[in-house]
């Protein structure tokens, strides 16, 4: 189903971004210089007193200032004070985190069984945000054209009907294609889309074994599952959703033509996934990026690679 919720951390770490940059700035161009000319004016002073005590002959009573003892001083008063380290200091840390994680990979937490087999429970992707197009972080303005999202991609994305939340899903319908799902077999503008039986797969936290297939979208070849024992149609009927007059539901699946500027998306795991079946289209301005790597699961460790 939907990714771990986000939390708008986006928003959270320009927050931090923003707090950080301030004080890296009154740093640099005023707490560092102010340091700087308060420890020149010290040890001009320890110098100053060093050399009439020096005069005076009182070298040898150990009331002279030594060379090391001046340049402690030094450092002393051009110390950084700690709350200084822990603002400033983490402001390159978090500018370069924000990024990378606004323009090249963010990280998302898979936490349900809606994308199996081909993401499980507990997998760690990393999402692609420049494929599509680079954006402007928070108000979601492009900034640079980017490949448009292709049939079979693997998308994260903000749910239509509450942006809050992200989901995971699979393109299977794009701009002006008509997608079908009758009897459980896809079928895009009129020709159904290849299906190679595979061996069971063994779902362990159902514990039960579901029919499997290779599924081929486009460019795409990935393992699909399907469990017999459920219904084909729409359980519990579609939600009212923008565009809804362009589908039509019946006992066997749905017909949809995918409108202008939005895709139509579904889960692998094709009996357990809360799609475009029943929520809608996905329009284009909601993608985050294309799903690519598993790059960690600490429960399945072989599920980590390439995303198909």
Known sequence: MET?????????????????????????????????????????????????LQKQGLAADGAVASDADIEA???????????????????PAILVGFLLRSFVAEPFKI????????LVPG??????????????????TRLTPGALPQRGDVIVFRLPKDP?????????????????????????????VQETPLPDYFDPNTMTYYKQYMEKLGTHDHRIMINPMAPPYVIGGPESFPHR??????????VCKVPAG???????????????RYWGFVPERNIIGKAFVVWMNFSAPKNIGLIH
């Open 4 to 52: 771990a919720p986000s939390v708008n951390f986006t928003l959270l770490l320009f927050i931090l971004l923003v707090i950080t940059g301030v004080f890296w700035f009154a740093e640099r161009w005023y707490f560092a210089p102010q340091r700087r000319r308060a420890a020149k004016s010290a040890v001009a002073q320890l110098e100053e007193r060093r050399s009439a």
């Open 73 to 91: 001083a030094r450092e002393r008063v051009q110390r950084q004070p700690w709350w200084l380290e822990w603002t400033a200091g983490l402001f």
């Open 111 to 118: 936490p349900s069984g809606s994308m199996e087999p081909t």
């Open 123 to 140: 997998d760690l992707i990393l999402v692609n945000k420049f494929e599509y197009g680079l954006r402007l972080p928070l108000l979601d």
């Open 164 to 192: 809050k939340i992200d989901y995971i899903k699979r393109i299977v319908g794009l701009p002006g294609d008509t997608v079908s799902y009758e009897n459980k077999h896809l079928v895009i503008n009129g020709k159904p």
């Open 245 to 254: 007059d362009m589908c039509h539901y019946n006992a066997e699946g749905f």
């Open 262 to 276: 939005n895709y139509f998306v579904m889960g692998d795991n094709r009996d357990n996934s809360l799609d475009s």
